[in-house]
DNA sequence: ATCCTCCCCTAC
DNA sequence: TAAGGTAGGGGAGGAT
């Protein structure tokens, strides 16, 4: 999609489930890095009971289309899905949220989030509203015959839907329209009543706004789908490896040899032509040759007789547009797309993609439909076929990668591809070959497509644009000094419109006039690095190599349409939301970030509240600001609350805002994660090593556990995920050495392990060093002496800047989790309802109220400093036997720990890790005697290492931020590290 | 000099 | 109605 060729964009939402095709699979194979959908964004789930689908099934829709899976029921879940309760235990709840898992499944069938009312379980009415599903597409249907889960609930619900017939139409409409009313009434404010409505999410205070538009957006798509690809090639060429490509030795019967000996360099350029309209045309075979445009639009009358916004202005906004225009005469396109079609009632929807015949009457992609439509009032419109977008990018990619994999990802449907290897190998003539990859491209998709062949990128791409439409160009090094000279500059690849002004400001119109200008005229005109790329590409030089295997820099997310906020809460809750979409990509490329910036589009002084363009952002000015944080991290609380606090310091009123955007930038050098991870895996497997020791000599099964946990051993135990597995999924990398063995089992404490060793130590076994491959054993060696340093040298520097001036600094962030909450807001009674139950279980006393906050206030009593535990077995089983804080010798590896002489940030994360394990399996208990014996040590041990005052208080923190996040209240410890010195360290 | 932040520009 | 995103590059100007 060359820019002046195809803006357009391909809808993403629900492919997945879609059906299967050979290459998706492959795809998804590779390691699928596309969320599938991001239907559920912003909206989480708890699932109560056996369901149909089951619970395990639900959560992985729900992460597989961006939704959120909470173990447990939480103050801000979306919703509980049940199929029945007791009624004993429906008492207590807040009912207005409990609804079918059919929901889940209907509305990934529908690809939009339906109105839950006629799901939930319980209502007045007693019963559930029947439902239907109408005017179900083929394509719908056939994407129900993928997946065996989802297909099963379908068949019912096609079976009920037959049988019930339009009656029941009619009924769901009626339902429909109530629920409408319903969303205008002022219900009660849990998000979930604002509407969580199938089409009604028009603002971005709508839960549902977010997967709505992401759903819709092509520029999401475009976006999404090259960062896609480019990921996509770098795994089939690390699939692929050194093996052969199979389908060359065809190629050599089919097509002639290339003259003589060629050694010439030939790089492609291949390009879809019109990308989104050859797809949709697939569909429309009678509109071929018409001047056609893929839009939302539906074109005719809803194009030319749109609804106008009462407060809207389009003759302001037009002026307005003018006015900027003079300031930035180079915005050619925004002035022009304002300047004809812009009247009342033209609809304002963007042209995502244009036909030829289109684009001969004056039509451009991004244009508006009322602007097209007076160029050409015969215009068709087509509306997005995403899923045919996919499967035709897919199949120019794999059709190209069955000959080579030199391919360097430009988007969904361009590349560049390095032939000179291949075609030296075959003697092949290159055209030859790039005629019939085209005709193969052609034949899989039905879709047209262009090539040019050059000997670089710069040739090539200046190739296809003489090639285009469906046709293919050689620009030999020969052709290509003449064929520059005559080009325009704005053809040149970086050279838009504002650079296009400039430089014809200085009378320059041509890459021929460009080459008569001395360098140093042109770096004062443009900056130094962009004259020097122009000064050679004018020229037909190119000297940047194809990039093969991209790496990722930044992540972001911004939505500049529907941002109508009228309170601050509104904003915050959708900072929240889209800081959650942001920190989801980050996870998703398993990255960390450093650099958290907020851009934020402010309505501007003069334009209209409300713009031309339905719920678009009219006329802003934009402002960004950024923090740097001291340590990279993927933590969506730290990425919230910063943007949180970027956004107060920005202080703009909410009413002004008419777009936000999130981007993570100075990620961490990948692969970093898996280091530490192989360090993780060491501090554990050293500790396993040195316990299993002793047992090895006595025992005759070195293998099998021991038998001396009183826990009974779980059959199932060990197919269940346990720390370290969860740990190398978190990370999802290439196995080391170290996993096979780095499974974590009962262990047998021995009088050896006690004093000499632990999972904490800081060495590594030379034993265990010795046994890995080279590579890695120098990896870890290298990773090791540089994580050290900079550990602890962060964390002195930390400290000492303490000392030095608090003052200075800035105040600790304040974490989403900790602004103000009403009494009634954070004990919903359903929670409250969790809270009682848990408070039998482990038989707690009281509860106590701090700082508005609730906490449960433990206390186990009875045990004397630095005794073993009278009791560490869990009263539940499996996976928690696996927890390291769960073992009989947690107490011995925590001394032994406190024995080094400063905690290393990756243990104190570990311990984080198992306790927030224990928060989940609601052993608050087990976190209390933990803490309590952690505190002691640290206070008789290390009273005066402040590193190690930090490691408790960060732990602390971590605690009391999970509890909240999950439970809606803390735990009160009783004891505390209180030093001077440290104390005021923000966590 | 070199870096950083806050932009702007460009591409698809 | 409409779905105006996302990533990379780089320049101006201030901080160090």
Sequence with gaps: MAHDEDNGFAEWGGYFEAKKSKLEEQFAAASDPFRKSNLFAG??????????????ELKRIMMVHGGTYHHYERPHTTFIIASNLPDVKVRNMDTSKIIAAQWVVDCVQKERVLDY??????????????????????????????????????????????????????????????????????????????????????????????????????????????????????????????????????????????????????????????????????????????????????????????????????????ELFAQRFEQHQHDNIRADKVRTGFEEKMSLSEIASCSYEARAKGIRNGMFVGQALKLCPE??????????????????????????????????????????????????????????????????????????????????????????????????????AEYMAATTLDALPGVGHGMTYKLNQAGLR?????????????????????????????????????????????????????????????????????????????????????????????????APVETSKFMGHGVCDNQSKSVVLKQSTDDVNTITSQVLILMRQCEVPPNELRGIGIQLSKLDEPGEEKKENVIKKMFV??????????????????AEPSTKMPAPENPKAKSRPNVLDMLKNASNKKSTVLEAKSQI?????????????????????????????????REVLAHKEEYLRSEVGHAKRKSSDNSASSAKRAPPPILPICSPLNASDFLPSTSRAALVKQQERVQRKS???????????????????????SKSAPD???????????????????????ETEEPLTTDVKLIEFQICELIEMNHFDQIYEVMKYFCRLIKSKRRESCLWHIAYNRIENKIQHRMLETLGYGLSFREAINCANCSAYPQ
């Design 43 to 56: 909206i989480s789930i708890f699932v109560n009971g056996l369901t149909n689908p089951s619970a395990d």
């Design 117 to 318: 009312k006629p799901y939930l379980l319980y209502t007045n009415q007693k019963t559930t509203q029947p439902r239907l599903n109408f005017g179900k597409s083929k394509k719908e249907k056939e994407a129900n015959s993928s997946t065996v889960t989802i297909c099963e609930q379908v068949a019912t619900t096609t079976q009920l839907e037959g049988q019930l017939g339009s009656i029941l139409k009619e009924l769901q409409q009626a339902a429909l329209t109530a629920t409408s009313n319903d969303v205008s009434k002022p219900a009660d404010n849990t998000s979930i009543n604002a509407t969580v409505n199938g089409n009604a999410a028009r603002t971005a205070v709508d839960p549902a706004f977010l997967s709505e538009f992401y759903k819709k957006s092509r520029l999401h798509h475009i976006a999404t789908l090259g960062a896609g690809f480019k990921q996509y090639v770098c795994e089939l060429r690390q699939a692929h490896g050194n093996k052969p490509f199979g389908k060359r030795a065809e190629l050599k019967s089919l097509l002639p040899d290339s003259l003589g000996n060629d050694t010439a360099r030939y790089v492609m350029h291949i390009d879809m032509d019109c990308f989104f309209v050859s797809v949709g045309l697939r569909n429309h075979p009678e509109l071929r040759g018409l001047p056609i445009a893929v839009t939302h639009s539906k074109g005719g009358s809803s194009a030319t007789d749109v609804p106008v916004h009462p407060q809207a202005n389009r003759q302001v906004e037009l």
């Design 379 to 480: 215009l068709k419109t087509i509306p997005y076929d995403f899923e045919g977008y996919r499967e035709v990018a897919f199949a120019l990619y794999d059709t190209v990668a069955q000959y080579t994999l030199n391919i360097e990802a430009v988007s969904c449907d361009e590349m560049f591809v390095e032939l000179t290897d291949m075609l030296q190998e075959l003697q092949l003539d290159v055209m030859a070959f790039v005629g019939h990859l085209r005709q193969e491209v052609r034949g899989k998709t039905g879709c047209p497509c262009s090539a040019g062949v050059g000997s670089n990128k710069l040739l090539a791409r200046m190739a296809t644009k003489v090639a285009k439409p469906d046709g293919q160009h050689l620009l030999t090094t020969n052709d290509a």
């Design 510 to 606: 041509t890459c021929g006039d460009l080459q008569k200008i001395a360098i140093e005229q042109l770096e004062t005109l443009l900056g130094k690095k962009s004259a020097q790329t122009i000064y050679q590409n004018c020229r037909g030089i190119d000297l940047r190599p194809l990039v093969y295997e991209q790496q990722r820099k930044s992540v972001s997310a911004e939505v500049n349409y529907g941002i109508r906020f009228t309170k601050a809460e509104e904003c915050e809750t959708f900072l929240r939301q889209l800081s959650a979409e942001v920190h989801s990509r980050l996870l998703e490329i398993k990255r960390k970030t450093k650099h958290i910036t907020l851009k934020i589009m402010v309505r501007a002084a003069e």
């Design 685 to 702: 497997k050293m500790s396993e090593k040195q316990r299993e020791k002793p047992t090895l000599l006595s025992t005759a099964a070195p």
């Design 745 to 777: 089992e009962t262990k047998t404490e021995t009088p050896t392990t006690k004093a000499t060793t632990s999972m904490f130590h800081s060495q590594f076994d030379p034993e265990i060093l010795a046994q890995l491959p080279e590579d890695i054993r």
């Design 847 to 869: 509860y106590a109220h701090a700082n508005n906050t609730p906490q449960i206030v433990l206390d186990c009593g009875g045990w004397n400093e630095l005794e073993a535990p």
């Design 876 to 898: 539940c089983v499996s996976a928690e036997s696996n927890n390291l804080l769960l073992q009989s010798n947690y107490k011995d590896a925590l001394a032994s720990w406190v």
